[in-house]
């Protein structure tokens, strides 16, 4: 903990602005979620790919000992009587007959190049490619959600460290006023004009003060370096002022928490779209070329072709049954989006709500403080006229103290409560806070 202390001590101080430009870059969940949305860019590209003819290349090469030869007529057609063939002029086709028939060679190549287009599987693919495109507006909307929700942990850790840094200024100054309170009781004491019993009161509350700064410096420091792993450096807070604008920002149209719900809607859409395509038979159209060299006279060396393949799955009851769920998926996202939607107007009205009240409760606390502050100016000029007791003047003390607290606590609901506001109103936290 002592070595946080000497850290923050050198740290150098960064404004709310400051602080919250610099999650940009150092977000470690902010910089997850850019790489989620890389991805599904790449996802998008890759199922593009899928309306591409399927080319598929193949050949062969190979040697053997020697070439295989074959006789149509048996190893006497040697001596075969072409007489009765040449009665007919077909002499030369008997003689023909007589040579060996050559099946192979000793080295045959064969070579294939097939073009494969799935015709009836286009509208599967395309709903694909548009679920994939829906995929990579999701991710930016993801991304964006994310960064308002960084925003907004980073706007409460920073209110918390602000008002333990207050509390522990409090602390101090309260230690400071209980330390000269306690001068003078001795000097009460010594006179015989108070109890002793006055001053171990007055030492127990310096060490209660003692305590509470300690509590709030170890709490601080340990906020300060939450902050410090968000955005990649030490730092500590400055105070600021802090007043609502009068007008409250209205719900915007392209709220990114409902256009989230409405990207997950069309992507079950599509899917459930696709999933028919899936009963349709499978038709391709194939075009291909063929070169052989060295596999005898019967075999053509070169032959190009042109077609359709088509191919009948019976297995329709599961294709059916998907069908059906991705209809139960595109109802379920439908009824979410509905949902979602007066649930968030729920949420602003509450949030809206929640500011005014804290507005509210800040007025009072600041009213509480100057009363509380007030109090402890007269108990201390009424206590050096010995008018009170030490007791009361310990009370006024813990009066002021509590108050501001409570006003530092006011200040801070208040910055987080309309930081909230907005997020759910759809604007960015604090992007226009400059101050």
């Not at 802090?242 to 915007?252: C, E, N």
């Not at 779209?273 to 053509?300: C, E, H, K, N, S």
């Not at 910055?415 to 909230?420: C, I, T």
Request: glycine fraction near 4%.
């Amino acid at each position: 903990m002592l070595f946080l202390l000497t850290r923050m001590l050198f740290a150098r101080p960064l404004s709310l602005p400051e602080t919250l430009d610099a999650i940009e870059n150092n977000s470690i969940e902010l910089q997850i979620s850019q790489l989620k949305e890389e991805k599904a860019r790449l996802e998008t590209k890759k199922m593009l790919t899928k309306l591409l003819p399927v080319v598929q290349i193949q050949g062969s090469w190979l040697q053997f000992d020697e070439p295989l030869e074959v006789q149509l007529l048996g190893e006497q057609s040697g001596d075969v009587d072409c007489s009765a063939f040449e009665a007919f002029g077909l002499g030369d086709l008997c003689a023909g007959f007589s040579e060996p028939m050559l099946l192979r060679e000793e080295r045959i190549f064969d070579g294939t190049a097939q073009v494969l287009y799935p015709i009836s599987s286009l509208f599967s693919i395309y709903k694909g490619y548009e679920i994939s495109k829906t995929m990579g507006r999701l991710s930016l909307v993801e991304t964006e959600l994310t960064r308002k929700k960084v925003r907004l942990s980073v706007i409460e850790l920073y209110m918390q460290a602000l008002t333990l840094q207050q509390t522990v200024q409090f602390a101090k100054a309260t230690k400071v006023r209980l330390e000269k309170h306690l001068a003078n009781i001795d000097s009460f004491v010594s006179k015989g004009l108070l109890n002793s019993l006055d001053a171990e009161r007055m030492r127990g509350a310096i060490e209660e003060a003692e305590l509470a700064e300690q509590e709030a410096q170890d709490a601080y420091a340990l906020i300060c370096r939450q902050i410090a792993l968000i955005i990649g450096r030490d730092f500590t807070p400055i105070p600021f002022d802090f007043t609502v604008p009068a007008a409250l920002p209205t719900m915007v149209v392209q709220n990114d928490i409902l256009e989230k719900a409405r990207l997950q809607e069309k992507i079950a859409g599509d899917a459930h779209a696709a999933a028919y395509g899936q009963l349709i038979p499978d038709v391709a159209l194939i075009a291909a070329t063929t070169r052989t060299q060295g596999q005898g006279t019967l075999t053509p060396t070169e032959q190009n072709y042109i077609g359709l393949s088509f191919t009948m799955n019976f297995g329709w009851g599961e294709r059916w049954l998907q069908t059906r769920q991705s209809q139960r998926e595109l109802l379920m996202a439908q009824q979410a989006l509905q949902l979602q939607t007066e649930a968030l107007a729920l949420e602003q009205e509450a949030a809206k709500r929640g500011v005014l009240r804290a507005q509210k409760k800040e007025q009072i606390k600041i009213r509480k403080q100057e009363i509380a502050q007030e109090a402890q100016r007269q108990a201390e000029a009424k206590f050096a006229e010995q008018l009170i007791t030490a007791v009361e003047l310990l009370d006024s003390e813990a009066d002021m103290l509590k108050a501001q607290l409570e006003l530092a606590q006011a200040k801070a609901n208040l910055v987080q409560s309309f930081a909230q506001f907005q997020y759910v109103a759809g604007v960015v936290p604090l992007v226009d806070f400059r101050r």
